[in-house]
């Protein structure tokens, strides 16, 4: 029989980073599981991981973090340019692990979410219990794939999606997320739009990923290397780290994990058949055991 769990999920603000920051809690447990959400427009940690939670908030007390210039965050503060947004979305982390007086965390990050909690597991190591990574930003990369190609058609649906935010170029950004069409129904892009909507409302992109993509010439993105080959530092990660990957994923192919898995001294993979960006969603059950059997393992 299936257990019914009632979600009751705690707001807070934290002034941090030049912003103001959302996280939301809930649970009880002695161990915290942080939630970081993936970098396309109209992303939160709500959106990413709410068919996941009923699994978790038994025995964990979890932690949903809206980066600045995604969900109910303000803005990102600017950056400098050089400057590594994966690196100040780490330190965001950090305070608000801080804010919760919380000294140690698992880390469940998706995407760009992936990629800040590796970097935070490389800047504080004392920190960073165990990661759960599903196709993470950064970390990933191709060995057959051409990242080349990979990068340009990124950057070619972001960046139209956020200059014409619409329901269509909405749809089309989230079918390439993901395996079955069918998983982007009209809820999830009328959410995710007003989303966006919110955090384009400035006159500067909320989030330094958005401005990368706008950036963009010839539908070519030019990112920071600090943060988009984040692979170097693969060595320097010594949390037990489980790597989840989409068989069908066009972001971030599957060959993208061979990398971190090979140079992270203690990494593990697992591959969803059938599956995109998004294996939280398309396969939740299939994640959600995952998940939570690494995660309850005895160091």
Not at 93 to 107: E, Q
Not at 110 to 125: C, H, I, Q, T
Request: hydrophobic share 40%.
């Amino acid at each position: 029989m299936t257990q019914t769990v009632t979600l009751e999920v705690s707001d807070h603000y934290l002034d941090t980073g030049g912003t103001r920051v959302y996280y939301g809690t809930a649970g009880s447990g002695s161990e915290t599981v942080l939630f970081i959400h993936g970098g396309g427009p109209g992303a939160s940690s709500w959106s990413n991981f709410a068919g996941n939670l009923p699994a978790f908030v038994n025995d964990y007390h979890v932690v949903l973090l809206d980066l600045p210039g995604y969900g109910r965050s303000g803005p990102s503060a600017p950056q400098e340019d050089g400057a590594s947004a994966f690196a100040y979305y780490a330190s965001i982390v950090r305070d608000v692990l801080d804010d919760l007086s919380v000294d140690r965390a698992h880390l469940v990050g998706n995407s760009l979410g992936g990629g800040v909690a590796f970097r935070f597991a490389e800047a504080y190591p004392d920190r960073a219990d165990r990661l759960v990574l599903l196709g993470p930003a950064g970390v990933c990369y191709p060995v057959w794939s051409p990242s080349g190609r990979i990068h340009s058609h990124l950057g070619e649906v972001s960046s139209r999606l956020l200059r014409e935010p619409s329901a269509a170029t909405m749809r089309a950004f989230l079918e390439e997320m993901v395996y079955d069409n069918d998983t982007v129904d009209d809820e999830v892009i009328a959410e995710r739009l007003d989303m966006l909507k919110e955090s384009l409302d400035g006159p500067e992109p909320g989030s330094p990923i958005f401005k990368m993509w706008l950036s963009s010439e010839n539908n070519v993105v030019r990112f920071n290397p600090l943060d988009f080959e984040s692979w170097r530092l693969c060595g320097n990660v010594s949390a037990p780290t489980l790597l989840i990957w989409g068989r069908d994923d066009h972001f971030n192919p599957v060959d993208g994990a061979l990398y971190p898995l090979q140079y992270m001294p203690h990494a593990e993979l697992q591959v969803f058949g059938r599956c995109g960006h998004w294996a939280q969603v398309e396969h939740r059950e299939q994640f959600d055991r995952a998940a939570r059997e690494f995660l309850g393992r005895v160091a």
